[in-house]
């Protein structure tokens, strides 16, 4: 991958594209922004849109959800025996999974680094583009390149991470990108690159 991902200009340091280097890209859409080995953070690149989406979530678990969940694990675990206690022991399973979602989220948020599309400047694609392509079978579709935790292919947002947005970052209008599918290596030409605002 290049070294220019998000165009900087508009940062505090007046730093351009081309002071992103690679290492300070994450490596994996697999991880949860938290490397094994030596504990180095990595960012986590997400748009308004998506870090909203995950803030609202966490503030339903938290405020809604779980509170309401506790209640009833509560009552429960006062019925006497808790072994065939189908409601606390459903109830407690439940809290578990909300716990681990409530941490994954919140190590998320932390490590995000929100980009505005609309605020990116560029003739390549970076990320936050809204790519128009067209394929071998001369059918057209938009892809918008978005972060790891706020694809979703219903709407044609496909993070930067996964094959297709791999392929497309740093290409210009005109390029022509290959892109490799469980069918084969396919071929998609960039027709138009915008950068507007997201929300799907």
């Known amino acids: 991958m290049s070294k220019a991902f998000i165009n900087k200009e508009a940062n505090e340091d007046g730093a351009d594209e081309d002071d992103i280097l690679d290492d300070e890209l994450p ?36 405020s809604k959800e779980r509170p309401k969940l506790v209640e009833t694990v509560a009552w ?12 606390y022991i459903y109830g407690k399973r439940r809290l578990r999974e909300i716990d681990r979602r409530v941490r994954f989220l919140q190590r998320r948020l932390d490590i995000s680094e929100i980009v505005a599309p ?33 694809s979703d292919a219903k709407n ?3 993070s930067w991470n996964s094959p297709i947005g791999k ?27 915008e950068y507007k605002k997201i929300f799907s």
Not at 41 to 48: A, E, G
Not at 76 to 87: L, Q
Request: aromatic share 4%; proline share 2%; net charge negative.
């Open 76 to 87: 429960a675990a006062s019925n006497g025996d808790r072994s065939e206690n189908a409601d």
């Open 156 to 158: 044609f947002c496909i």
């Open 27 to 62: 490596d994996s859409g697999e991880r949860t922004g938290v490397e094994n080995e030596g504990a180095k953070l990595v960012k986590n690149y997400i748009t308004p849109f998506g870090a909203q989406k995950l803030k609202d979530e966490l503030e339903q678990l938290l």
């Open 167 to 193: 392929a497309l970052l740093q290409a210009r209008v005109g390029d022509v990108v290959s892109v490799k599918t469980p069918k084969g290596d396919e071929e998609l030409e960039i027709l138009k690159i």
């Open 118 to 150: 609309e605020k990116q400047q560029s003739d390549k694609v970076l990320f936050g583009a809204s790519v128009q392509v067209c394929d071998e079978n001369h059918e057209q579709k938009t892809y918008k390149i978005v972060g790891i935790d706020e």
